[in-house]
């Protein structure tokens, strides 16, 4: 199985600190890595074949704090698809003048939609045929891009459609919002003031985010499995789709 | 203005070298940079608003041999849109299963072709709405993707519809060709067996060939200006549109 990891935050922030524990995961998930960064409507977007423990791309990462208020990453473990550039997520596509940015952790068994729209898969994976598809339903349930609420219930049919085929954990975000969908894993945060000193799980790493951070930044960040021993991570439910915006998911009160 | 870089070669290769050189170029051209790496299908697509000559990003390709048959680079000197991430060269769409990358060097005036597809922009440049007709265009003249011979053709027809607004110089590729469209200026060169010393223009940088290469390799540099010293570039021709496959110009004899 792969491994996510979002970030969406009101202030433009740098997720050097996430990535790093995130990155010590690929010893067992090594088929490669991207991460996506928005810096306004603009996407920064970096593939490798390489694990992201051994990459040279993945450690101009961990050193050179791109700040973006919407990241999407992914450590990838080849369930279906050769293991190529291709084939690395996020993916991304354009619609309504948007770069769309999309990664997904699971597997969907026997997964051969119908795409007969302007969105064809460039590789041979399960995920990315889900994601033209969602692009293919969006392009026709809407004439240009509506407002986050109204994208969020188109997602909340078309979500379905997909997940009953195997399992379906992914994170989506187009510049504005950043959606989250967990079938098994995922956790979130949102870090607030009053910061405090998170505690990597992976790694010996430890960061007082009140030296870093003004009293009214929020920021939160979203995982496969939780990244830090010390922070009040809120476990996904199956099935659960949230749109994250400013730091925190919308309709929710988020955790202090 | 812009300056443009690509490379076409018949088996994967570094553009350490060539880059090296064509980053120094960004002391007058100082308003962000990109570079595209076909690697097969995938395409690794490097943006910073930062210029070539001091960003880590640029730094990173200069160190990392990123081996690939199709390159496309291009530095920027803003002539129309804000300087951001989402105006930066090179862009990239998906059409027929295929991402696509184009890069421009000029200026089109007043160009605000009618786009009715299903490729918009996401900045505000006049070289991406020329990307997006080109990609209409193309979309509205194959239902599928045809040989690179037909695709010539189309591209014969397409071109100078935009090149009448403006300067186009312009850069593309989907992973099979890159094709070269001169305007005002663009050098190329073949490097093939025998292999020799080249001499870099902008910096006291240079390197054997013979000691790097295989005897059947071949290699195409385009670029705006030369960017050795004792190569035999070949000088296109305004409104001329060359396809490159396999490190040559397609229909034209290579130079030695």
Chains 1, 2 share one sequence.
């Not at 491994?3 to 490669?32: K, W, Y």
């Not at 050179?64 to 550039?85: M, N």
């Not at 009053?194 to 992976?202: I, K, N, S, T, V």
Request: include cysteine; charge should be negative; proline fraction near 6%.
């Amino acid at each position: 199985m792969c491994q996510l990891l979002g970030m969406n935050c009101n202030t433009p922030t740098d997720i050097v600190f996430s990535f790093s524990g995130f990155a010590t995961r690929s010893t067992e998930h090594g088929d490669g890595f991207g991460i996506a960064f928005y810096e306004g409507r603009g996407v920064r977007l970096f593939v490798d074949h390489q694990a992201a423990r051994v990459s040279p791309v993945a450690d101009l990462i961990k050193h050179y704090p791109i700040k973006s208020r919407h990241a999407i990453a992914h450590i990838r473990k080849a369930t279906q698809g050769v293991v190529a550039l291709e084939n690395c997520h996020p993916f991304m596509r354009e619609l309504w003048g948007r770069h769309w940015v999309f990664a997904h952790n699971g597997n969907l068994v026997d997964y051969h939609p119908r795409l007969h729209g302007s969105f064809q898969p460039v590789g041979d994976t399960d995920s990315e045929r889900a994601f033209c598809w969602l692009m293919q339903e969006l392009a026709k349930s809407h004439a240009s891009m509506p407002p986050v609420a109204e994208l969020t219930l188109t997602l909340k049919e078309l979500v379905p459609q997909i997940a009953r085929h195997g399992t379906f954990n992914f994170m989506l975000s187009q510049g504005d919002a950043l959606w989250t969908h967990c079938a098994t894993h995922l956790h979130y945060l949102v870090r607030r003031h009053p910061f405090g000193l998170a505690q990597l799980q992976d790694q010996d790493m430890a960061l007082n985010f009140a030296e870093h951070t003004e009293p009214g930044d929020r920021v939160a960040v979203i995982a496969t499995q939780p990244l830090t021993t010390n922070e009040p991570w809120v476990t996904m439910q199956p099935g659960e789709l949230l749109a994250f915006v400013g730091g925190e998911p919308i309709g929710v009160s988020a955790v202090g």
